[in-house]
């Protein structure tokens, strides 16, 4: 699931009408290299992670909310390799395509957690508070709808002493393509240092779905939103900048050279990681005291 | 004498070269003073985190381009590649259009610091350099080498008469008086009087990231007196007029000319 924060991206809605200009291009074989991984090892290493980092909470399990999309299913399908004390919530409303439900309950079948599993329709919650803050604006409903989900995967955390585990992608993380303390709101990121082309491969190795693993990412947060049809760019060459810039370091020259693409592509991807950095730091604390909290005040999550 | 020093205390945005930069050179063309003294690495902003690496360019660029506006006097902070990836948390100090550069040497890696993630330390070898302007001689130390005595006594034993002390010291806790305030304070006093200089301590004022830096830059006389204080929490620029007569009476009346060397072997052994 991935829902983004639209106050800050308003050139998007202009792209959203032309999106059948998306730019596609082949990924560059160098790249395409790069981000290959070992899906044997990999899978190994972030289902032993999830298992520790469950023993270490000192938490019974995880709950996950499984959309139909293929970060949630792979996330799930991790989850259940590393504990069978998993729970997943399915929590459709009106702007979900009934294919994306579909694939949710074959996800149920594949993880076979026909008794892990429950079904909440949000519309109800939503129109509530749609209704109370007087607002029919599809962007706002759109992260009320995320958070709203937030909001039910904690309740169930809580009520089974799991810990919510999250569904982001690095693509998304870097973008900033999800909404803050909506589908942000999460204990843990499994396949959080995975680019979305990598999470496909995983999915892929995983034996997922066709369906699943080769479906355009969607936050499905109104009708026919799709992810690269908002952000006017698909995956692949999402990823190949994302990679080029911050895992190389490479400067936009350099990368207009490498995958033979307009600098403006290049500088649109740069500017979303650049604005949307509050949404992976905790909040700032304006500095009072002696030593303060993060700043020089810095102590490991397992402290006790 | 009489050289007239201009203490800019500017907020500095983190990452903003260009702005910083337009800043640098509004107060150089505005100045009346010899020479004008800014923060540590006042041109890029103290906490830039990994923006380091993608910003030092510009940064020089920027250096060179002010040393060019620069037709006295200018001491201000940035960011030197020594060789390739190699950097260094340096001050520019450009006298009648050339410039040159000085590197901190201690770099702090303690409490909010982060310093030797990114930088190189200086060499005191080859690194302590002392400059003339019409007939002030003075030396550069950055920030944190003025909490140890070795940067500023060395320079002094070269010959300065005055050291600038561009820093970007952020405040700690909040109250009536500030103690890192008067920790500065304290240590100017010391350094002019046992060295028997000039110190003039230009620091960065407003928040950057979680911190905020608490200005109140000053300048301390050979005989310990502080000669002019600027706002604390707001920028803020004044100047001074460095003289000798000051220079004069406290070597007149200290023992600073009877410094007895043997104790740095003794030192250099422990």
Request: proline share 9%.
């Given at each position: 699931m991935a829902f983004s924060k639209f106050s800050s991206f308003r050139w998007y809605y202009t792209l959203n009408i032309c999106s059948t200009n998306i730019l596609i291009m082949v990924m560059h074989e160098y790249i395409r290299k790069s981000l290959t991984i070992d899906c044997e090892a990999v899978t190994n290493y972030i289902v032993e992670r999830i298992r520790e980092y469950l023993e270490f909470s000192n938490k019974k399990g995880g709950v996950i909310g499984v959309s139909g999309g293929v970060d949630s299913a792979v996330t799930a399908t991790l989850l259940a390799k590393a504990t069978d004390n998993f729970f997943i919530l399915l929590m459709p409303s009106s702007s979900t395509p009934k294919i994306d439900l579909e694939d949710s309950f074959e996800m149920i079948k594949f993880l076979n957690a026909q008794n892990k599993y429950k079904l909440i329709n949000i519309d109800e919650i939503v129109s509530l508070f749609s209704n109370k803050i007087e607002t029919n604006n599809k962007y706002v409903i759109g992260n009320i709808k995320a958070r709203v989900r937030m909001i039910i995967l904690y309740a169930y955390a809580q009520m089974l002493d799991y810990l919510v585990v999250g569904t982001g992608d690095k693509s998304e993380l870097l973008l900033g393509y999800f909404t803050k303390y909506g589908d942000?709101?999460?204990?843990?990121?499994?396949?959080?240092?995975?680019y979305k082309t990598q999470v496909r491969m995983l999915g892929k190795c995983l034996g997922l779905p066709e369906r699943i693993v080769t479906k355009p990412s969607s936050p499905a947060l109104w009708e026919g939103q799709t992810a690269e049809g908002e952000l006017g760019i698909d995956y692949e060459t999402i990823d190949s900048i994302l990679y080029l810039r911050?895992?190389?370091?490479?400067?936009e020259d350099e990368i207009v050279k490498m995958l033979?693409?307009?600098?403006d592509t290049i500088k649109k991807v740069d500017r979303l990681v650049k604005i949307s950095q509050h949404k992976r730091l905790p909040p700032e604390i304006f500095r009072l005291s002696g030593r303060a909290i993060n700043s020089d005040w810095r102590f490991p999550r397992r402290w006790a | 004498m009489g050289i007239r020093v201009e203490l800019a205390q500017i907020r500095s945005y983190p990452g903003d070269v260009y702005r910083n930069y337009k800043k640098h050179l509004e107060i150089i063309e505005t100045s009346t003073a010899d020479c004008v003294i800014f923060p540590e690495l006042s041109l890029t902003g103290y906490i830039i985190k990994d923006l380091t690496y993608e910003i030092y360019k510009d940064a020089e660029e920027a250096t060179r381009k002010i040393a060019e506006k620069v037709n006295k006097c200018a001491v201000f902070g940035t960011i030197k590649?020594?060789?390739?990836?190699i950097l260094r948390n340096a001050a520019a100090v450009i006298i009648n259009g050339k410039m040159d550069y000085i590197y901190k040497f201690y770099l702090p890696t303690y409490g909010l610091f982060e310093e030797r993630r990114y930088f190189q330390r200086g060499d005191p070898l080859k690194d302590l350099k002392i400059f003339e302007y019409r007939d002030l001689k003075f030396g550069v130390v950055i920030c944190?080498?003025?909490?140890?005595?070795e940067p500023i006594e060395a320079l002094s034993f070269m010959g300065a008469d005055a050291i600038f002390i561009p820093s970007a010291s952020p405040m700690r806790k909040l109250r009536e008086n500030l103690a890192i305030e008067e920790s500065w304070d304290s240590l100017l006093k010391a350094h002019s009087l046992m060295n028997t200089v000039w110190t003039v301590f230009t620091n960065v004022v407003g928040s950057q990231e979680e911190e905020y830096f608490w200005g109140g830059s000053r300048v301390v006389s050979p005989l310990g007196d502080v000669k002019l204080k600027l706002n604390l929490f707001y920028e803020d620029r004044g100047v001074v007029e460095i003289t000798e007569n000051e220079l004069l009476r406290a070597r007149f009346f200290s023992s600073y000319r009877d410094h007895i060397r043997e104790f740095h072997s003794i030192l250099d052994k422990l």
């Open positions: 942000g709101g999460v204990d843990v990121l499994p396949i959080g240092d995975l911050f895992d190389e370091m490479r400067s033979g693409i307009p600098i | 590649e020594v060789r390739k990836g944190e080498d003025a909490w140890h005595p």
